[in-house]
């Protein structure tokens, strides 16, 4: 990975991040239906995007062109 591509997933990360804190603050405040079901899929995108950041961040290397 790039800077550029680690950067946009990280960024990618914190916002679902926030998404989620923000829905669990309305969940608690508001206490809705809908409020705790925008919080838990808030939840499982953040979970979604923070698990496909590391599958990137960690991914194997593409393999080496062979001479020919």
Known sequence: ?????IETGL???IAAHGRKVRAGI???ACG???DWKELH???DAYLD???AFLAEVFAS????????
């Open 41 to 43: 899929e808030a939840e």
């Open 49 to 51: 995007a923070r698990e």
């Open 26 to 28: 309305d969940a608690a």
């Open 11 to 13: 960024d990618t990360v």
């Open 32 to 34: 809705t239906r809908s």
């Open 1 to 5: 990975m790039d800077r550029d591509q």
């Open 61 to 68: 290397p593409p393999a080496a062109p062979r001479d020919r």
